[in-house]
């Protein structure tokens, strides 16, 4: 894993100057790659490189450039299937000098051009100079687990793997993307291609880039389809997913340096786990993290999995918290991001670290085999009751109801029926939208200042959402909902945040459940293979009935999460009140202070829950600390 940065300028540069940009900007990366550092500079191109060493050890540097310099490359990310490929282009003629997937890479595209990349199956984002083309190529792959940030001003192009090496090369104004601010107030992280700046842009997942002759030129070339005419039974589709997991699990065990694997206690990770077992000579190394906090400490469950499978087990005791690492996690993440289980997966990179440089996880399989039953079910079900009712009947009705039931985090959770009245006044995917968003539409109305309102102009956050729930080919509310959160939450929130921290602490992680066969697989499988009754995840389940105790496969969904919550009305409270009302000049320009401050106090008093919104906002005046 490594981090990558760049520039281009079109009329040309001083070449001593270009290094010394460059070098500036790769060095805002060392802890994405703090083995190596590598530069390429010509006259008008300039590409950097942070190497954390992961595989061909002795002769895996960057840039890598072959036939003279035509053709350079800056990688960041590892291609599974590289020795595959190489074979094929040695049966082709091409002749390799380094063992690296790095050389694959750029090999591939002397061969292929562009389309390279369908051809790649592994986590990416790259650049090639092509001299030959007078041009810059950028990727990035299929789920976005590797990010990737661009510059243009039609003078220059320049790109980094993560936005604070293109400010430390100078390139942007800093001027604040109302667009992304309102995404950012809306979801508590902004997607993809926007930023919190408005002359920043984030490449999409799945998406190629070519710079030439000036002009920027952006292409798709993925998506995932979903078809729900498998008819594979349960124990069929169950052995065809056997087979993919375990080649994607294979694929990810190449390494040269110390691997292992995060082990929860969750049924994802455990099966992950139970494949490494198969398949190594030696006990799987595996590292497990408890909490002082009851709801985030898995390790007994994690134990009885370890001593199942017979692994090298590690286990680290911890009392989280955000006091300690909210400053620094705002500095990685270069732009505002709210996600509050940043701080557990803080610590679980720091210390699985301490062991290993590679860990495999199991991220990937609530999203594609239908883990988010607590948003899954109940719209599955809105839905049917959709079908039933007649649309002016229905929203009429339960517009009434959604509008007058009481909104009380103190009432039992059977009884708090007031967003399910509201949703089913709505549309599927307006209701769907309602649950994905953290701020509705009603407490803008009551926060959002006149003039950022008006610098909004037209733009809706639903916009970027939907157009993922709706552009799914499948009418079904279930796939639906998966599609918008493989392309959108997934991406810009999940993938974010694992990246993010891991590269904090110089940690590659692997996650064999997206690859992207697998992805594929999931979207042909009609929904009682994914759902059933209250349990979600059907298949991963029966899959592991032979594998793991009983106790993995039973357990419900636990999140990730924190005590955000009480952190507000006490030990945060302070650093909370200081970055909200005082220090953040982004929040006062755009809020309504007085009616901020009533959020806060029905917070502060127990009356209702606000403690999303207002640890989106603590981290958006930490962001403005660093950045702005």
């Avoid at 694929?251 to 691997?259: C, F, H, N």
């Avoid at 929904?527 to 357990?555: C, D, E, M, T, W």
């Amino acid at each position: 894993m490594c981090g990558v940065a760049g520039f281009y300028n079109f009329q040309g540069h001083n070449q001593d100057e270009a290094r010394v940009q460059v070098l500036s900007m790769v060095r805002e990366l060392v802890h994405r790659g703090p083995d190596e550092e590598g530069v390429y500079v010509d006259g008008k191109y300039a590409l950097g490189h942070r190497r954390l060493s992961i595989i061909d050890l002795s002769s895996g540097q960057q840039p890598l450039a072959i036939d003279g310099g035509a053709l350079c490359i800056v990688f960041n990310g590892e291609i599974y299937n590289f020795i595959e490929i190489r074979k094929k282009l040695e049966g082709l003629g091409h002749v390799f000098r380094t063992k690296s997937d790095t050389e694959v890479i750029l090999r591939a595209y002397k061969q292929w051009g562009k389309k390279c990349v369908a051809r790649l199956n592994g986590m990416f984002a790259f650049a090639v100079i092509d001299q030959n083309n007078q041009s810059l190529f950028l990727a990035r792959d299929r789920l976005g687990k590797k990010p990737l940030y661009y510059y243009h001003d039609g003078k220059t192009f320049a790109f980094a793997s993560e936005m604070k090496a293109i400010l430390k090369g100078g390139f942007s104004r800093k001027q604040i993307d109302c667009s992304g601010l309102d995404c950012f107030y809306s979801f508590g992280y902004i997607p993809s291609p926007l930023t919190i700046f408005s002359d920043i842009k984030k490449l999409e997942p799945a998406t190629t880039l070519e710079v030439k002759n000036g002009v920027v030129r952006k292409q798709k070339y993925w998506s995932v389809q979903f078809d729900e005419k498998n008819s594979l039974t349960l124990r069929e589709a169950s052995q065809r997913l056997e087979d993919l997991l375990e080649d994607a699990v294979t694929q990810r065990l190449i390494s040269d340096v110390p691997l292992g694997a995060f082990l929860s206690g969750g049924l994802d990770s455990t099966l992950v786990v139970s494949y490494m077992a198969g398949i190594l000579p030696k006990p799987v190394l595996t590292n497990s993290i408890g909490f002082g906090l009851r709801e985030l400490n898995e390790l007994p469950i994690a134990g009885i999995v370890a001593d199942h499978l017979r692994t090298d087990h590690r286990e680290f005791i911890l009392e989280p918290s955000a006091l300690d690492v909210i400053n620094d996690i705002a500095w990685h993440f270069d732009e505002p991001f709210a996600d509050s289980s940043a701080i557990p997966t803080w610590y679980v990179c720091k210390m699985a670290r301490k062991n290993v440089t590679v860990a495999l996880s199991g991220d990937g399989g609530d999203e594609t085999f239908g883990g988010y039953t607590f948003r899954y079910i109940p719209h599955m079900f809105e839905s049917a009751v959709r079908r039933l009712i007649p649309d002016r009947v229905r929203i009429s009705l339960f517009g009434i109801l959604g509008s007058v039931y009481p909104e009380r985090a103190s009432l039992p959770r059977p009884f708090r029926l007031k967003t399910i009245f509201q949703n089913l006044a709505l549309n599927d995917a307006e209701a769907f939208y309602r649950d994905l968003v953290w701020l509705q539409a009603e407490t803008k109305k009551k926060i959002y200042s006149m003039s950022f309102c008006n610098s909004i102009g037209s733009f809706f956050p639903s916009q970027m959402a939907l157009k993922h729930y709706m552009g799914c080919a499948s009418k079904n509310p279930l796939s639906r909902s998966q599609n918008a959160d493989l392309c959108f939450y997934m991406p810009e929130d999940v993938l974010v945040k694992v990246d993010r921290m891991s590269m904090a602490h110089s940690l590659e992680v692997r996650s064999p459940l997206l690859d992207y066969r697998i992805t594929e697989f999931a979207a042909t499988l009609p929904a009682r293979l994914k759902i059933r009754k209250s349990q979600g995840k059907v298949l991963l389940r029966h899959l592991a009935g032979s594998k793991l105790p009983k106790v993995v496969i039973n357990q419900p969904k636990r999140g990730f999460s924190i005590p955000v919550a009480k952190w507000l009305r006490n030990e945060l409270k302070p650093l909370a009140r200081e970055m909200i009302f005082e220090k953040s000049h982004i929040i006062q320009e755009t809020l309504i202070k007085e009616n901020l401050g009533r959020l806060w106090d029905e917070h502060q008093t127990g009356l209702k829950d606000h403690s999303v919104f207002l640890w989106g906002l603590t981290m958006l005046g930490l962001w403005e600390k660093h950045y702005y």
